[in-house]
């Protein structure tokens, strides 16, 4: 059985690794505006249909993200299109569109290609973002965050190009790579909007970023994300069940999400470009301290995600 030892210095290098860091990876392969600032703007009919200029640094893309949440779940797509160089629009479609369903939690998520988009490297291409149903959150970083980067961005109804704009979009693009995998297991404790939910988004590959998200939280409160090494059956603590070893411990104080109203959170964590980490299972576990819930604290089950 691999030794766990490691998993503590793990953790740190998991927090402490920033984006730039990350440019050697072979899944990972370019973000705009990755950072954890958002717009208060939402996307939804007649701008169901969103591209974000990008130049290819990398000769394939297999997989997009952008930052979006704040409404139920709904099916979403990404895609890549080459620029008209005669009236800069998005045109050929390159590869074929990914789809997934959206996470109420305001997030890095997206999809796989159902097939990846050969790319020229130097040349532009847009990212385009099917948008379904009304208010979603933009993927749009906050337009004061001191590092932003203008995107050219296109708008569009789903029949004609009708905009265009210049906005600090955020989206991260992939490389075709072996990845990883995560598993869900063990029970929550139920707070003031039920029993908090947990999830992950983005692949579990060396040197790529994983979020790590809460839902159905107090909102306004103080949530402490629990990293580790997985605890299958659970130790019971009397107030919770811990399913992760609390190797590290990050706190935050949770977002008011909307559509429906609950707390949430989403943390960025970069997985080190260490070949040692591969095999390595990391755990992660969210508690509340929750007025509403019993011995005012409620928690969720845990998520491991296992590194390659």
Do not use: C
């Amino acid at each position: 059985m691999r030794s766990l030892v490691p998993v503590l210095a793990l953790a740190a290098a998991f927090a402490a690794l920033p984006p730039s860091a990350a440019l050697r990876a072979q899944q990972f392969a370019f973000s705009v505006n990755d950072n954890p600032s958002y717009s208060n703007n939402a996307v939804g009919w007649p701008a169901s249909v969103l591209a974000f200029r990008f130049t290819a640094t990398v000769p394939v893309v297999s997989a997009a993200q952008v930052f979006t949440g704040n409404q139920p779940p709904a099916l979403h797509t990404v895609e890549i299109r080459t620029r008209n160089t005669t009236t800069g629009l998005p045109d050929l479609l390159v590869g074929q569109p990914g789809q997934w369903s959206t996470t109420h939690t305001r997030s890095f998520q997206g999809a796989e290609f159902a097939q990846p988009a050969n790319l020229i490297v130097g040349d532009d291409y847009f990212l385009v973002w099917r948008v379904t149903g009304m208010f979603h959150q933009h993927s749009v970083s906050d337009p004061n965050e001191p590092s932003n980067v203008p995107v050219e961005v296109r708008v569009s109804d789903g029949a004609t190009w009708h905009a265009q704009t210049t906005l600090p979009a955020k989206f991260r693009l992939f490389a075709p790579y072996q990845t990883g995998f995560t598993f869900a297991y063990g029970a929550g404790k139920p707070g003031i909007y039920g029993e908090p939910s947990i999830g992950v988004h983005g692949w579990p590959s060396l040197a790529s970023p994983l979020d790590v998200w809460l839902d159905d939280a107090a909102r306004n409160a103080v949530a402490v994300l629990v990293l580790g090494a997985p605890i299958p059956t659970g130790v019971p603590l009397g107030f919770a069940d811990l399913y992760v070893t609390p190797d590290l411990l990050l706190a935050f104080v949770t977002k008011t999400q909307t559509s429906p109203l609950t707390g949430g959170f989403a943390y960025t964590l970069w997985v080190p470009d260490q070949p040692s980490a591969i095999g390595l299972p990391i755990s992660f576990q969210w508690g509340v301290f929750d007025a509403a819930a019993a011995d005012g604290f409620s928690h969720t089950g845990a998520v491991t995600a296992v590194l390659n």
